[in-house]
T-cell receptor
Framework: SQQGEEDPQALSIQEGENATMNCSYK?????LQWYRQNSGRGLVHLIL?????REKHSGRLRVTLDTSKKSSSLLITASRAADTASYFC?????????FGKGTRLHILP | KAGVTQTPRYLIKTRGQQVTLSCSPI?????VSWYQQTPGQGLQFLFE???????NKGNFPGRFSGRQFSNSRSEMNVSTLELGDSALYLC????????????FGPGTRLLVL
């Protein structure tokens, strides 16, 4: 069964706006990762946050993790056309990784 | 350093046939995992190999099998193909199983007619 569940399933925003995606999970985790997938291609790792961390940044990406609520969010600031993709959260525990079904993000020109 | 490569990139088969997909991990990576991605089920874990041994297995029927060679290259095989096996098959590698981040190949898109 899926561990992570992204919300919303799809999101369309204007270029330059910020995009926020959420991930909720059910059991305790060691870490949570976010991946991007462009149009049915392979996944690209974006960022990893460990269970003892609350926030991480990488360029225009900001990830938060709230283990008490079993949820994470991915914020992409100043979105660009190239950010159009599907975004997946993946929860890691005991060297097993389980992916959610993803959020499809579409950046409008 | 070259990334994960998968061959072939596209494949069309008919029901009942079998198929073998290949994955070459990043040089030095010894752990290879396979995933099936479909619109309905999302990304589902098939199995993981490390040092030529299967470490973990997902919830797939025995028609799905794999192996890993001494050079860490991996193959997965699907026998007696069904229409529902149409999917994007992704391979991911990492140095060792305990490493948290995986590096994915471009995938093999399989269409079963």
């Amino acid at each position: 069964s899926q561990q992570g569940e992204e919300d919303p399933q799809a999101l369309s925003i204007q270029e330059g706006e910020n995009a926020t995606m959420n991930c909720s999970y059910k059991t305790s985790i060691n870490n949570l990762q976010w991946y991007r997938q462009n149009s049915g291609r392979g996944l690209v790792h974006l960022i990893l946050i460990r269970s003892n961390e609350r926030e991480k940044h990488s360029g225009r990406l900001r990830v938060t993790l709230d283990t008490s609520k079993k949820s994470s969010s991915l914020l992409i600031t100043a979105s660009r056309a190239a950010d159009t993709a599907s975004y997946f959260c993946a929860t890691g525990r005991d060297d097993k990784i389980i992916f959610g079904k993803g959020t499809r993000l579409h950046i409008l020109p | 350093k070259a990334g994960v490569t998968q061959t072939p990139r596209y494949l069309i088969k008919t029901r009942g046939q079998q198929v073998t997909l290949s994955c070459s991990p990043i040089s030095g990576h010894r752990s290879v995992s396979w995933y099936q991605q479909t619109p309905g089920q999302g990304l589902q874990f098939l199995f993981e190999y490390f040092s030529e041994t299967q470490r973990n297995k997902g919830n797939f029927p025995g028609r799905f099998s794999g192996r890993q060679f001494s050079n860490s290259r991996s193959e997965m095989n699907v026998s007696t193909l069904e229409l529902g096996d149409s999917a994007l098959y992704l391979c991911a590698s990492k140095l060792v199983p305990i490493q948290e981040t995986q590096y994915f190949g471009p995938g093999t898109r399989l269409l079963v007619l």
